[in-house]
């Protein structure tokens, strides 16, 4: 099975910084790539997927990149209710797997 | 409004058993693979299983294949997870998930439901 290695696994920042998140694959897995945003007791939600495609709806300061085995989710200016979680998630061959999660806090 | 709704989580002892359902609205389920995920207290996101469109093959994590079966019934929009010889460590939010594409691969979950608490516990 593929593992997910995602770093770090907390962030501090303020309102206003750029973060970046990262996520690396055990193999290549093709771009088949998302990242989630999770609040506690809420449902979680598509940001990016195919690592760089940004969902309907979602601000365009949330971006995505990568291919292979590494890839990155950059939030370009913090805004308040960014403050969560955060999952990638990686498909290949019939094999789901999310990374462990980075919990994004405020400074 | 694409709407997932789950239901029948609750309190089971150790080695029970346990029905979830996923009801599924606004959009053509059949259509849809749909995928179960949980989250135990304090973790993160654990992938469970996933169910194909008609003919419903499935896959299941380890963790819990031969106890968990996932199944579907298109006729009434409707999820479910049949959860047996459960462990304290199923304990978790079960969330219904519907894959991105209604054909070819999209591999990522587009809809999520609120979820619905399983406790295992003696």
């Known amino acids: 099975d593929i593992q997910m290695t995602q770093s770090p696994s907390t962030l501090s920042a303020s309102v206003g910084d750029r973060v970046t998140i990262t996520c690396r694959a055990s193999q290549s897995i093709n771009n088949w790539l998302a990242w989630y945003q999770h609040n506690p007791g809420e449902a979680p939600k598509l940001l990016i997927y195919k690592a760089s495609s940004l969902e309907s709806g979602v601000p365009s300061r949330f971006s995505g990149s990568g291919s292979g085995t590494e890839f990155t989710l950059t939030i370009s200016s913090l805004q308040p209710d960014d403050f969560a979680t955060y999952y990638c998630?990686?498909?290949?061959?019939?094999?789901?797997?999310f990374g462990q999660g980075t919990k994004l806090e405020i400074k | 409004e694409v709407q997932l709704v789950e239901s029948g989580g609750g309190l089971v002892q150790p080695g029970g058993s346990l029905r979830l359902s996923c009801a599924a609205s606004g959009f053509t389920f059949s259509n849809y693979i749909m995928h179960w995920v949980r989250q135990a207290p304090g973790k993160g996101l654990e992938y469970v299983s996933v169910i194909l469109r008609e003919g419903g093959g499935t896959l299941h994590a380890d963790s819990v294949k031969d106890r968990f079966t996932t199944s579907r019934d298109n006729s009434k929009d409707t999820l479910y997870l049949q959860m047996g010889s459960l462990r304290l460590e199923d304990t978790a939010v079960y969330y219904c998930?519907?894959?991105?594409?209604?054909?070819?691969?999209?591999?990522?979950?587009?809809?999520w439901g609120q979820g619905t608490r399983v406790t295992v516990s003696s």
């Open positions: 998930a519907r894959e991105g594409g209604s054909s070819g691969l999209a591999p990522f979950f587009d809809f």
């Open positions: 998630q990686q498909y290949h061959s019939y094999s789901y797997t």
